[in-house]
């Protein structure tokens, strides 16, 4: 297939184009290679993937209504991946309108482009935060999700209820991937165990939040870009049971699908930052602080539907996660 993804220079985006050539589809990629944060690991991830036949980058940016609009149609993808996207909880605190440029008004030149160049299917990147202040757990698509607790979270429901509009007045069919706290090699240095594994290695403390009482559904690199490409070739249909007077929100009657991709295992903050410490072979100096604005105390990912549609549940453990982790960590900044 020919492929388009966005976000390719990213974290997600990188691997997801890697997994995508492997198998013998194009890749047209696009990223606009903003300095949210170091750009030459970008660049380091991009490298990767130049040269090879069946890859092409454009760098533009997703709110940039004519570019998005120049590569459909130079283009012409069958399948889109949309993991552009501006990310993080706290950055939004200083920098709301980059939120709305790149999450929502970048998200609409998406759906445009799908919509008026024959798209046979749309995957997109939506997040574990959508469940905000929901407690019971595990996260299941079939909750709502009406209570966000930052613009990052915020901005994530809109692309769903954007794409559903557009499943449902154009028949596009797309699919919302909520991701559970992605990490491994090549990981963004904004995370947790990016920041973690550089303050240990260098005797810097590190800061602790809700005083080391949080549990993450941490998901390994390698099975979420699975599930991207595996729900990728299950194109969304529409749900025939489904009824306007007991709505289900993680499908409907328009070709429209919501998944959960989630370890399915939570992990406690300290459990985590233990892994760490044994991969780095140093322990760490805490700074135990209280839980931040906009942030939940846990995740926890339920993952059914996802295995029911795809036959893939994600089940790299923790402990080997974080070691491959440190060992590209390491190899990478050229650490002993």
Known sequence: MKVLVTGVAGFIGSQTARTLIARGDEVIGIDN???????????????????????????????????IETAFAAHRPERVINLAAQAGVRYAFQNPHSYVQSNLVGFLHILEGCRHHGVEHLVYASSSSVYGANTRV???????VDH????????????????????????LPVTGLRFFTVYGPWGRPDMSLFLFTRKIIAGE???????????????????????????????ATPDTDWNGDRPDPG??????????????????????????????????????LPLQPGDVPRT?????????????????????????FVDWYREFYCIA
């Open 300 to 324: 926890f990912a339920d993952v059914d539907a996802l295995v029911a549609d795809t036959g893939f549940q994600p089940a790299t453990p923790i402990e080997e996660g974080i070691r491959r």
């Open 148 to 171: 966000p607790l930052n613009l990052y979270a915020a901005s994530k429901k809109a692309n769903e209820l954007m794409a559903h509009s557009y499943a449902h007045l154009y028949n």
């Open 251 to 288: 499908t409907s009657a328009a070709p429209y699908r919501l998944y959960n991709i989630g370890n399915n295992q939570p992990v406690q903050l300290m459990y985590f930052i233990e892994c760490i410490e044994k991969a780095v072979g140093k322990k760490a100096l805490m700074n135990m």
């Open 33 to 67: 290679l903003n300095d949210y944060y170091d750009v030459n690991l970008k660049l380091a991830r991009l490298a990767r993937l130049r040269g090879q036949n069946n890859f092409h980058f454009i760098r533009a940016d997703l709110a940039n209504r004519e570019e």
């Open 138 to 144: 595990p996260f299941s698509v079939h909750d709502n």
């Open 205 to 235: 403390p590190i800061d602790v939040f809700n005083f080391g009482e949080h549990a993450r559904d941490f998901t390994y690199i390698d099975d979420i870009v699975e599930g991207v490409v595996r729900t990728l070739d299950r194109i």
